[in-house]
């Protein structure tokens, strides 16, 4: 595979993870460009796969839409994301806590299963 058709693979990977985490926290590419300091037509073509990103873009992307970085390029979950679950989970009451644990059990034993 040439490296130009892998970048345009991985440009398209990545811009399916953005947009994907966008429309999951209900957001429009107006709000995440006005969250990420970016223009809408630059959050349009990185969704699109029409564009590379700078990194400090990919960061301000990363933010806004509250994953890491390293998500947005690989699909993988890192320490970081796992982080920023923990910090969504300290919000919580300690019974709703135990709901999310609850369902996190659930899902653990079910996809065990496959």
Known sequence: MKDTDFSSICLSEIGERISE???????TQEALAETADLTTQFVSYAESGKRAMRPE???????ALGVSADYL??????DKDLLLISEKLR??????????ESIADECTELFGKQ
């Open 91 to 100: 919000k919580l009451s300690p019974s709703q806590l135990r709901i999310i």
């Open 57 to 63: 873009n990919l960061l301000k992307i990363s933010v």
């Open 73 to 78: 390029l690989t699909g993988d979950i890192v």
């Open 21 to 27: 985490r966008r429309k999951k926290l209900g957001m």
